[in-house]
């Protein structure tokens, strides 16, 4: 009996999870849909909408949204607040080469040391993307 109680407990918070990431992705489609397609939007729903996807993290592991954030910063003309959040980002994950991809978009006009250690670590994970390209 005891473990038939377990296993429904277990069940229900699997369930509530579920819809708790269910929820997140949502919130985080129509905030991502609104930032890009109405794009510009006013700063103050930019802000609203940017504090929607970061609000939408709730309990997701995917990480892949604070990319996604990273490069609303850069089409909306924000390359320092890009910076940080994509230092952020490879501090916690630096195998993740999407992440150097946007530190090094995001740095190189304003940061020429940040975006030669980036552009170091895209090589470093990707060589041959520098044989490919000369």
Do not use: C, H
């Amino acid at each position: 009996m005891l473990l038939r109680g377990v296993v429904a407990l277990v069940a229900v918070l699997v369930v509530a999870w579920l819809g708790v990431l269910y929820r997140d992705e949502r919130v985080a489609k129509t905030a991502s849909d609104k930032i890009f397609y109405q794009n510009p939007l006013p700063p103050a729903e930019y802000e609203r909408q940017m504090n929607r996807l970061r609000d939408a993290r709730l309990v997701d592991p995917d990480r892949s949204w604070q990319l996604v954030q990273v490069r609303y910063m850069l089409l909306y003309g924000q390359p320092r607040r890009a910076i940080e959040a994509a230092e952020r980002f490879v501090r916690s994950e630096p195998d993740n080469l999407e992440g150097w991809v946007l530190l090094f978009n995001a740095a190189r006009e304003l940061d020429s040391g940040r975006a030669r250690e980036a552009a170091a670590q895209i090589r470093r994970l990707d060589p041959l993307s520098v044989q490919s390209n000369g």
